[in-house]
Every structure is written in structure tokens, then in C-alpha cells.
């Protein structure tokens, strides 16, 4: 990417290959040998306004780079001014990590749990065939099969942010860092994963939504509200024995470790009729007034 944009400022291939060969191993990550060194031996994140200066700054000291001690101290300077933050919202909630150059690490302002059942779950599995029609009438049997596994549970998943972490990684862009909330928010109700959605179509959206916006103290995760999985009603159904197991959970801890650092409880029902013992009384209309709620809550 780097040798590209030189590339477009004037400089011939070779010139810009030999000053980035020197350059990126100082900066960030050593090269890999297998790409004749025109790449970095890790995945490396940047924001566009982070490559843009680093171009810049080659660019303007451009017949000094050959000095050891001038590329020693762009390096520097580099490093400084972009240590611990960052212009791009992905980077800023999910962190950088460079063994080789610790001092652009960005400790991550976002948790994500792995999505769990709510209950137990049994594997089924589906069997499946593709018809050869060029086959000669006298050969049976079909020109491809096999099978795959899969389940449908009802799940529970968990997500945390940091809000001053992520101002902090934004460069204090207070605004930036709202609208980050806002798209991370929409991402957890809207993002579907694409693998296999041919064969499945798994277009369900969230039954419930429930958002905490907390002054301090240590985050909850529901997920022991399913530490004993729950079963059917009588009448069948999972959805509604898990929001009462998670309703049910989140009283006792409301009980047990307080409320008042609560600043927002917001939550978003698909199913009007679904009971609510203890989150009743933070029940919103739609989705908007749930992301609404959120951010209304965030501190200026």
C-alpha cells in the first residue's frame, strides 16, 4: 500500500522498495520473506489519516531518508504521534497488537463474548444430494452427496464498551465516538454472518435486546442466567423460558450488587406479550428508541 502511493507521488518502484525496506521494519513489523519484501510479516492496522502521514512524512524528507539517524528519528516521531490512538472506529474498538513495536498497541475498548444456547442443544444433520443429468441411463446413484451438521438454538450473546477507552482511542473525537456506539449498536441487531446462509437462510433477528449504560463498576454478563439450561414450555418454545431465566437473573443481581450506578436500562421485546418481572419498567418501543436511549445516556 505504501509502495503504491509513491508510486503515485513520482517515485520510480525501486526507490520507493529500497527506502521502505528500511523504513516499515524500524516503524512497525519486520517483512516476510516469502513476498520478496514487499510485505509485513503480521496483519497490520492503520487508519487512512495514519498512512497518509506516513507517506507524507517519506514524502517531505524524501533525500534525507538515506541517513540512518534522519530515518531513526521519523521513526520516532511517527511512533509519538500515533501512539495509543487512532481516527479509525474498528481499530479503536478492537485494538492493535504489534509484538515487535509495543508502543503502537491499542488495548482494545470492546469486549465480545462467544454467543451461547440457552439451552441444550441437539445436533441435527442434513443430507444432501446433487443430480448429474449427463449420466448414462444404466449408472444409479447420484453425482454427489454428503451431509453437514447443524443446530437452531435460541442464543445469548454479550457485548461490552468501553466509553472512555474509546474516546481515549479516538483522540478524545467525542462525536466520532458516539457515532461508533451508534453503528456497533446497529452492527449487534442488523450483521448476520453470510457462511452458508444459502443452504439455511438464517435471517432471524433478536427476540430481545437489552442495553446497560453503567457509571462504573464491573460489567454483567447474563450468561449464568443459563448455567442450568432451560426447557421448554408446555405448550413448547425457547425463547420465552430463556428472557425469564434472563429477567429472573437480572433481578437477583440487581438485588444483590445494587442499581445506582445504573445510568440507562433499555430494552427492546419482539414479542409484546413476553413477561418481564424486573426489566418491565425499561421496556422501549422499537429499536430506535433503544439506540436512542443509549446514546442519550453516554457522558459529553
Known sequence: MLNE?????????????????????AFASKLDSSSDGQKTAVLL???EPEIEDVVGTLLENWEELGDEKTMDSLVRALVRA???????PDIA???????EKPALNIDAACQVAHAISTHRVTMEMDFYTAVDDLKPDDTAGAGMMG?????????????????????????????LARRSVEGFLRAVVEAVPTGKQTSFAAHN???????????????????????????????????????AALDAYWG??????????L????????????????????????VGAWTGAVLGALPA
Open 5 to 25: 502511493r509513491l508510486v503515485a507521488a513520482g517515485k520510480t518502484e525501486e526507490e520507493a522498495l529500497e527506502v521502505l525496506t528500511t523504513f516499515v521494519p
Open 45 to 47: 492496522y492503520l487508519s
Open 82 to 88: 500515533h501512539q495509543g490512538q487512532t481516527s479509525a
Open 93 to 99: 474498538l478492537f485494538g492493535r497488537m504489534l509484538a
Open 147 to 175: 451431509f453437514i451438521g447443524f443446530d437452531s438454538p435460541c442464543f445469548y450473546r454479550y457485548a461490552r464498551i468501553d466509553w472512555h477507552k474509546l474516546v481515549e482511542n479516538l483522540n478524545d473525537d467525542v462525536e
Open 205 to 243: 433477528p433478536p427476540d430481545l435486546l437489552l442495553a446497560v449504560v453503567r457509571g462504573d463498576g464491573m460489567g454483567w454478563s447474563l450468561a449464568n442466567a443459563f448455567e442450568r439450561p432451560v426447557r421448554p414450555e408446555r405448550e413448547g418454545g425457547l425463547v420465552g423460558p430463556s428472557v
Open 252 to 261: 437477583n443481581l440487581c438485588r444483590a450488587y445494587g442499581s445506582s450506578t
Open 263 to 286: 445510568a440507562c436500562t433499555a430494552v427492546v421485546a419482539l414479542d409484546p406479550e413476553l413477561s418481564l418481572a424486573n426489566l418491565e419498567g425499561a421496556r422501549v418501543e422499537d
